[in-house]
């Protein structure tokens, strides 16, 4: 929960939940400044060390009873807001009180969609003021507060106050101290910056004091509104069941639809509680095995049949009306599409983001094996109760000494000690076969889903390759399919963290910074209450431009453009050692030649950088192609697609894509991430392995599960960068035609050879 104000100044939080950074970014574009005066007036302020320094409250108390006697505005809601968090730190806790019920009564004749950051802060004052007036201790005063407070408020508004309030103090810590390191070198700060300063060291403050308080008051609270039953067993299968968490509210007496997510991570963070407070039943089940449950656990291979044996017993609990949707991220969103397959009567909508799909973007992607996949079956596995945090600095290890070793990628799981059954059985399958092909729908039986379906997802996401897979299947063999997609730049779990206005260094428009768990939310009770369609799903396709700042509609992906850019690879001329993407095909056929050592090793300690805004790019066994400044705003809207003609000495060879729009600025924007990857010889067919002819020339189209909308600014040029997987955390392909998971650092006593043609081309559909 942020500060009611901000400074334009400070830095940004340290992350920590993308919707606290949201709704302080959102608060950060709402104020309207101090008045004019403001810009002149200076105060004297050291920053202290820390801010959790002992001289920090008489140093904050100190700046803001010296702003007190001048703060000004104009905008009467924004002064009051201002003015009770000064009022507050300089110790005035009467004052501040005073002020936020003036607020208050200000805001009365407007009702407020959703509860208001204000609420924390009223609560809080009040409780100071009470306990130096009435000299009541604090901990009873702030507990007559909430009581008070939050017991008035609807369930959804008091779930959304105690999320916000379970947001850990260290967040506002950081923001604190990244505050004070920016003025540390100050003497004199204005009193604009005085202002936000305060606010901000007042969320600290109050986080900081009531974080001890709030977790009995809730359970309290969640005791009078919730019957929760945390230990449901459900029989799936002749000795097997799964273990679910049921959350009910008492505020209906009627049976109601639920909402469920079917799961294999055991984690602290559910949404059963959150579903109930938006007027469902919240039903969370856990994969057969998982807390509780009763079975072997395996990933994908039982998810389907369990999640419709628990569908079914839902439908027949009296508090259910028989109604069940399905919601969840990555593997959750691959159990709502495995129990669609399975047609449980009682299932009539889900809810999909990021979604995985074994065989295509899990346990590979593009046919390439991901060390990461392997890391998290051992994770999910290994324990029946609450999965183990990732160790990025052990996999980083892992993965770079497993790099420099070469040893046959079948042997990756005696690296962590032991054979794993599963992973080996993934291993056996490095085609898009009938062993994936069975846990989801598979082409025509799209046809028989055909239930409202809502996929969300994210420029950024890696699940995106998933979900655009099963979107393109869905559109194309489902003619009554009721599926609907937004995307914009988000990343995996947007929908769980909530939407960050910085991601990885680029600066999110503000159109994108959408409350998409809310707007799930909304579509669900447009689906099973009858209430208002969400105002942003428009069409079948719904995504957000970057750089225009608006969000577009379309009934397909192939409608996102009205024309395509075809631009060609030239290996010619070089502009600042990047070959050129031209918009005719050369007269004379030429080629970029790679040679790629796939035996050195030299590079497995490199980081390559993950951020989405860069001053230079990283051409690690790759070429870039850059073309001529745009003349006029274009924007790029679909998925990459084309041509690439090569010869090549290998059998196979693994093949990375990425595009960038490079600013006038000199800043290079990523287009979609991670960067497109496949595996040559099944760019044709994913479920079968066509192997390359060494020394011939070679032509693979290409169509992309990456999408991207973008609109360039005149001057701005599309650079593709070309290259081949070789680092570590993937499989390495050395293109002997062996099955890959066989070839060794043996292997490698020939440097891989590709010529790229100026036949090559890219398509890219546009809109002017």
């Given at each position: 929960m942020p500060s009611e104000s901000v400074s334009s100044r400070r830095a940004p939080p340290a992350p920590a939940t993308a919707a606290l950074l949201t709704l302080l970014y959102v608060a950060c574009a709402s104020v309207a400044g101090v008045a004019v005066a403001a810009d002149r007036q200076q105060l004297y302020f050291r920053a202290p060390a820390a801010a959790t320094d002992p001289a920090t409250p008489a140093a904050m108390r100190s700046l803001a009873e010296r702003a007190l006697p001048v703060y000004q505005d104009s905008d009467r809601e924004q002064f009051l807001r201002n003015l009770s968090a000064l009022q507050a730190v300089a110790g005035e806790y009467g004052a501040a009180s005073a002020t936020r019920q003036s607020l208050r009564e200000m805001r009365r004749g407007a009702k407020p969609a959703h509860p208001e950051a204000g609420v924390i802060y009223d609560m809080y004052v009040r409780a100071k003021a009470s306990e130096a007036k009435d000299h009541v201790p604090f901990e009873q005063a702030y507990a007559l507060s909430f009581r008070d407070v939050v017991g008035h408020l609807s369930d959804r508004e008091a779930y959304t106050i105690t999320r916000w309030l379970g947001t850990p103090p260290a967040v506002f810590q950081d923001s604190v101290q990244r505050a004070f390191d920016e003025l540390r070198s100050d003497k004199m700060i204005s009193l604009e910056q005085a202002v936000a300063l305060v606010s901000t060291y007042l969320s600290f403050e109050v986080y900081r004091a009531v974080a001890p308080l709030v977790p009995p008051l809730v359970s309290e609270d969640d005791e009078r509104r919730y019957v929760s039953d945390d230990n449901v067993q459900i029989t799936t299968g002749k000795g097997t069941s799964v273990s679910a968490l049921v959350v009910r509210p008492k505020s209906s007496s009627a049976p109601l639809p639920a909402l469920l997510e079917f799961t294999i991570h055991v984690a602290p963070q559910n949404y059963a509680k959150e579903c109930a407070a938006n007027g469902y039943v919240g039903v969370v089940a856990y994969a057969r095995g998982k807390r509780g449950g009763a079975g072997t656990i395996v990933p994908f291979e039982h998810?389907?049949?369990?999640?419709?044996?628990?569908?079914?017993?839902?439908?027949?609990?009296?508090?259910?009306?028989?109604?069940?949707?399905?919601?969840?991220?990555?593997y959750s969103a691959f159990v709502a599409w495995a129990a669609a397959k399975r047609a449980p009567p009682a299932l009539k909508a889900f809810a999909a983001s990021g979604t995985l799909v074994p065989g295509i973007n899990w346990p590979m992607s593009g046919n390439i094996f991901l060390d990461s996949s392997y890391r998290w079956l051992r994770r999910v596995t290994q324990s029946k109760?609450?999965?183990?945090?990732?160790?990025?600095?052990?996999?980083?290890?892992?993965?770079?000494?497993?790099?420099?070793?070469?040893?046959?990628?079948?042997?990756?799981?005696?690296?962590?000690?032991?054979?794993?059954?599963?992973f080996q059985r993934w291993l056996n399958h490095p085609s898009y076969d009938q062993y994936w092909q069975k846990m989801l729908p598979y082409r025509k039986e799209f046809a028989h889903v055909n239930i409202p379906i809502l996929a969300t997802t994210g420029y950024f996401d890696w699940g995106a390759l998933g979900a655009l897979f099963v979107y393109a299947q869905d559109a194309e063999f489902n003619p009554h399919s009721d599926q609907l997609l937004l995307i914009g730049p988000y990343e995996h779990?947007?929908?769980?963290?909530?939407?960050?206005?910085?991601?990885?260094?680029?600066?999110?428009?503000?159109?994108?910074?959408?409350?998409?768990?809310?707007?799930?939310?909304?579509?669900?009770?447009?689906?099973?209450?009858?209430?208002?369609?969400?105002?942003?799903?428009?069409?079948?396709?719904?995504?957000?431009?970057?750089?225009?700042?608006?969000?577009?509609?379309?009934?397909?992906?192939?409608?996102?453009?009205?024309?395509?850019?075809r631009l060609y690879l030239d290996g010619g001329a070089e502009e600042q050692g990047r070959y050129r993407l031209v918009g005719h095909e050369p007269t004379h056929e030429r080629f970029v030649e790679q040679k790629i050592n796939l035996a050195d090793r030299s590079d497995a300690e490199q980081v390559r950088s993950d951020e989405l805004l860069t001053k230079s790019l990283d051409l690690r066994d790759a070429v870039a192609f850059v073309s001529g400044p745009m003349r006029r705003p274009i924007e790029f809207n679909g998925r990459l697609a084309g041509q690439l003609s090569f010869v090549t000495n290998k059998h196979d060879m693994d093949v990375a894509m990425t595009l960038y729009e490079l600013r006038p600025s000199g800043e290079y924007l990523q287009l979609f991430a991670p960067a497109y990857r496949f595996r040559a010889s099944y760019l044709e067919d994913r479920?079968?392995?066509?192997?390359?002819?060494?020394?011939r020339h070679e032509r693979l189209a290409f169509k992309s599960d990456s999408l991207t909308s973008v609109r360039f600014q005149a001057g701005s040029r599309l650079v593709m960068v070309l290259g081949i997987v070789k680092q570590p955390g993937a499989q390495l392909d050395y293109g002997t035609g062996k099955d890959v998971s066989e070839e060794s650092l043996g292997d490698a006593r020939v440097p891989l050879d590709v010529k790229w043609s100026s036949s090559s081309f890219i398509d890219l559909p546009a809109r002017r």
């Open positions: 998810d389907g049949d369990d999640a419709r044996a628990v569908i079914t017993w839902i439908a027949r609990q009296s508090w259910s009306d028989g109604r069940v949707a399905m919601y969840g991220t990555g109760d609450a999965d183990a945090a990732p160790d990025d600095e052990h996999a980083r290890a892992l993965d770079q000494s497993w790099y420099q070793g070469g040893k046959p990628y079948r042997e990756l799981d005696r690296a962590e000690g032991g054979s794993d059954a599963a779990g947007a929908i769980e963290r909530g939407v960050a206005p910085l991601l990885r260094g680029y600066a999110l428009d503000p159109a994108a910074l959408v409350n998409l768990r809310e707007l799930r939310y909304q579509w669900f009770d447009y689906v099973l209450k009858s209430g208002a369609r969400p105002g942003l799903l428009k069409e079948r396709v719904n995504y957000e431009v970057m750089g225009a700042n608006e969000w577009r509609h379309a009934p397909s992906l192939q409608a996102m453009g009205n024309r395509t850019v479920s079968r392995r066509h192997l390359l002819v060494p020394g």
